[in-house]
């Protein structure tokens, strides 16, 4: 059994560049675990392929069947939170034992001080580039 506990809390947001701290417990790793490897992760849920990447990771090496770690990563600038229709950019702290693959995650959100990058439907007639034809503004459906 693997858990999380980030010290900010049950909804953890961050600011690019702040320390995410917490720790991990774990207690019943199977026999022939080599390590244990706590990452900081992004990844992309929604419509078409999907992308992850770890930017950090803290690795215990044959770790006892029973303990805990502290871990602290800083929040990169990029890419941010971010949760539209089509596809969203989910953060969190992980941690994976090897060989076997159990794992564990922890959510969390990095966004710029303005807060959560949000995109929202925008009428037609509000679309600056539907005035504008190579360079012309557009009179009506003319160029």
Same mark, same amino acid.
């Given at each position: 059994?693997?858990?999380?506990? #980030? ?5 953890? *947001?961050? #600011?690019?560049?702040?320390?995410? $701290? /917490?720790?991990?417990? =774990?207690?019943? #790793?199977?026999?022939?675990? !080599?390590?244990?490897?706590? %990452?900081?992760? =992004? &990844?992309?849920?929604?419509? /078409?392929?999907?992308? *992850? ?20 990563? $800083? *929040?990169? &600038? ?6 539209? !229709?089509? +596809? *969203? +950019?989910? =953060?969190?702290?992980?941690? +994976?034992?090897?060989?076997? %693959? ?14 959560? +990058?949000? #995109? ?14 190579? /360079? !012309? ?7």
């Amino acid at each position: 059994m693997i858990s999380i506990k #980030l010290d900010r809390g049950v909804e953890p *947001a961050f #600011l690019p560049g702040e320390k995410i $701290t /917490g720790n991990v417990q =774990w207690s019943e #790793l199977p026999e022939g675990s !080599k390590t244990l490897e706590v %990452r900081l992760v =992004w &990844h992309t849920v929604g419509r /078409g392929d999907q992308d *992850a990447q770890f930017v950090d990771a803290k690795e215990i090496v044959d770790p006892a069947t029973e303990g805990q770690t502290e871990f602290e990563f $800083t *929040a990169p &600038h990029r890419p941010n939170s971010f949760e539209g !229709k089509l +596809i *969203a +950019i989910l =953060w969190a702290v992980e941690v +994976i034992v090897f060989p076997q %693959r159990d794992a564990e995650q922890a959510m969390l959100r990095i966004n710029p001080p303005n807060g959560e +990058i949000s #995109l929202t439907p925008v009428p037609d007639e509000d679309i600056f580039w539907n005035q504008w034809s190579f /360079g !012309k503004k557009r009179n009506g459906n003319k160029v």
